[in-house]
């Protein structure tokens, strides 16, 4: 290690030739967005915000640091996560590490109890970045939640019908959306016989089933965090357990579970929920399932998480054919979750006034990742730029004609370009429409003048007319709707 | 100090009752932005953009920090202004000071040559904040520049276009823009008599003069960097003057000066940047100042600033009328800034091949203090949902009719709400429709369920009509255009 931080440093010194020469790259786990991934990005906000908007929420924005204290004690296990600034004198500062902390200490700052927000913004975590599969350290998060005290289930289900549209919306396959709720899973690990202090660690340990298998989950449980195996082997049974109204249903028949009070509350909400998904017409993806955990601390009743779902062949082209047996969804991982977090507000108020609160994090980068494919593989060509005209010159020494001809488009609020060359070459203007998608040429040449007109060329068709100069704003705008 | 640290250090430990006691704020020079703010914003940025693409711009991103090595030896005497993060182990990082370093740090490592792209993000500056007056530690920048090798002062040109049409599409009040070059500076200097090594330094306190007077700038020159007095008056004689072409025209007829190869090139490319200025119908508001400097060490020809101007009744109000003899414009702040920088990619090349470039920088923060100061003063209420439908109930009981419609509207691209109780009252729901400017109401009763009808309620005129609930979506979009 320190021979490789000498090397580092060697390398940063300069060459030969006497130049500094730099390391040229974005910080591990960080990238840049080129004008392709951007137009992928803004199709991708505008659905979304699109959604948020139709849901009737309005937005708001948080700075890109907190005071370290706002974040702490707000994470658990995660907290090490979290980026510091350097302390260059003044206050302590650390990147927001999720949109959800810092819009609860908004709410108690401000004094708000009630609003529905959204806000899409960048997000620092220092983890193992997986860049391939869509994990940054610097990523986007689009949260929209409900703040209010409200009756129970009708924001939450709103929540849950809001990641269904996105979702379908976005036409990048088939997903599935799992829900469970603190309340049950404190309720299992009670009559199970883990001990109160155990239930958030114990709770941690389950949110790895999603990556981990069911033994390697009960060997952390009683190898590392002490629980009695048969303690474990209960949970086993519980959170093997998937259905929708059905299994709440059930679950509010087992005699030892639907005495805890907990668990009772969270299974009655959760056959209200799926009545309201009903009625939302979501059923068909929502999948009631008690081994969602979720990491974060600070979720109190309804938590879900959105995976997309493949089958192998779709989702490994490469993979042989014989090589899956199955056409069962498999789960590419997660691109959505949130859940209600009654306390979290709390915590900021300095007499610990509670706004209830539930919301979803629409997670981007795998989005982004997939998009990005389905457009590379695709035949369509992404334009990066909107404009309409190039004006153009046919002949040397006619700077001047474009530059006020485009000046006149511009006033008209028509998106023109023309080329930085005093005298450029016809046929490398026209490339530049094919290379950009441009769809229309204003061309003018010593004939035109001469004759008054301006000659436009469609692209496409490669037809041409003459209009008169004087008219040629109206002219323009009337090619363009053809 | 040692005091002041410990009672923060109290502070923060908590009362008597035990609960932690949070410093509820945003860091120093920060702020959030509530609904009605992102409201103004989203139109300050929908005007901006709208002119980047009418001007034919693609969009990129970057990471909202870079490796400190990236942004060393940038900035000259501002560097010490920069955030670093803190060495949590890994590379050290900063957070981004401008969008142009990070701009020409893309140019480098992805070989490119040509492009004209905007960039609108937040930046980062440890400065003194000042947030009355717009001058924050977090704030926006609005970038539009232009790389590639192209004839004299074509891009430079339509840099100030664009300043000029976005600081006139904003209606926020009259403006100047300055130009200079930052050769023609040089040029001055050297027939000044400064030397060649303090070139940088003189010019960084020329750049004062928009702030301080010409004794405060001179005694800098003299006495903290140990100018000659006579240099200083003779450069005192020149930073005093002020035009258009014609000032051009003059100085290069300046025997001395125009001997100078640095200056002459300046002026020669200025009298051209005002001829193309005269074709973009721009010259209204541009003026060639010789005070003007700019502080970043980057800039390698032409510069220019824009200046909001106000005559004093408007800018202070609160003063007395025999207060102020004139109605000269006086500059209330700089809100954009920008010139060429054709060095800085070099820097980044391994090779140190040179893309030329240029562009602007827009700072928003001023404009929004300005844009939220109108609104506020103004009758006009800002909305901040786009929320066109409130589906309401006018007896209990009826929330999941209320659901059931809500989702049929959703599916239909409504922007609609529905509150999130079991029996709201009537009367509570027309009152959220009046305090956010929802336009219609869909109100489900029993009278309503049994005629197979919902009641369209328009909430401006009172105007009430039943549609058959069969076609509500066909009725409600009729209802919302009419």
Redesign the interface.
């Known amino acids: 290690s320190e021979v490789a931080k000498l090397l580092e440093l060697k390398a940063?010194l300069g060459t030969d030739d006497g130049?500094?020469?730099?390391?040229?790259?974005?910080?591990?786990g960080?990238?840049?967005?080129?004008?392709k991934q951007?137009a992928i990005?803004d199709k991708v906000f505008n659905i979304i915000i699109g959604c948020f908007?139709?849901?009737?929420?309005?937005?708001?924005?948080?700075?890109?640091?907190?005071?370290k204290?706002?974040l702490t004690g707000k994470y658990g296990e995660d907290s090490k996560l979290i980026?510091?600034?350097?302390?260059?004198g003044?206050?302590l500062?650390s990147?927001r590490y999720d949109l959800t902390v810092p819009f609860a200490?908004?709410l108690?700052?401000?004094k708000i109890t009630n609003?529905k927000?959204y806000h899409i913004a960048?997000v620092?975590r220092?983890d193992n970045p997986a860049m391939t599969r869509g994990r940054y350290r610097?990523f986007y998060q689009c949260d929209f939640d409900?703040a209010?005290q409200?009756?129970p289930m009708?924001?939450d289900?709103?929540c849950l019908?809001i990641v269904h549209?996105i979702l379908s919306d976005l036409q990048i396959g088939d997903f599935r959306i799992k829900v469970n709720d603190r309340r049950i899973l404190d309720g299992m690990f009670s009559i199970c016989g883990v001990p109160d202090e155990k239930f958030r660690t114990i709770c941690s340990t389950v949110d790895k089933l999603d990556k981990a298998s069911w033994e390697e989950v009960k060997n952390e449980m009683v190898g590392e965090k002490g629980l009695a195996p048969e303690a474990a082997d209960k949970i086993g049974e519980y959170v093997s357990m998937q259905g929708g109204a059905d299994l709440a249903e059930k679950l509010l028949k087992d005699p030892i579970l639907s005495q805890n009070k907990q668990a009772y509350s969270g299974l009655t909400d959760m056959k209200e929920l799926f009545?309201?998904l009903e009625?939302?017409?979501v059923t068909d993806k929502v999948i009631f399932d008690l081994s969602l955990a979720r990491g974060l601390d600070y979720y109190t009743g309804v938590i879900y998480e959105a995976v997309l779902t493949q089958n192998q062949m779709e989702a490994q082209p490469q993979k042989q054919q014989n090589d899956h047996s199955t056409d069962e969804p498999v789960s590419v991982g997660s691109v959505a979750g949130g859940g209600r977090y009654d306390g979290l507000v709390g915590?900021?108020d300095?007499k610990?006034r509670k706004v209830p609160c539930v919301g979803v994090s629409i997670g981007i980068e795998r989005i982004f990742s997939i998009m990005e494919q389905k457009a590379e593989a695709s035949e369509e060509k992404i334009r990066?730029?909107?404009?309409q005209v190039l004006v153009a010159s046919a002949q040397k020494n006619l700077?001047?004609e474009r530059?006020?001809l485009i000046?006149e488009l511009?006033a008209a609020?028509?998106?023109?370009?023309?080329m930085?060359?005093?005298n450029p070459k016809l046929l490398s203007q026209l490339q530049h429409c094919e290379e950009t998608g441009i769809q229309l040429v204003a061309i003018v040449g010593e004939q035109e003048l001469k004759d008054g007109v301006v000659k436009l060329r469609n692209v496409a068709t490669r037809g041409e007319e003459n209009v008169p100069r004087a008219n040629v704003v109206e002219e323009i705008k009337r090619a363009l709707q053809s």
Chains 1, 2 share one sequence.
């Open positions: 940063h130049k500094h020469s730099f390391v040229l790259k974005t910080p591990k960080t990238r840049d967005y080129n004008p951007m990005r908007k139709r849901h009737g929420a309005e937005t708001i924005d948080t700075p890109v640091f907190e005071l204290e706002t980026y510091d600034l350097k302390d260059q003044g206050e500062l990147l200490r908004y108690a700052m401000n609003i927000r960048k620092y220092r610097e409900i209010g409200y009756d009708i924001p289900a709103e019908k549209e009545k309201y009625l939302f017409n915590m900021f300095p610990g990066t730029t909107e404009t700077l001047e530059l006020k000046s511009w609020g028509i998106k023109a370009e023309v930085y060359k005093k």
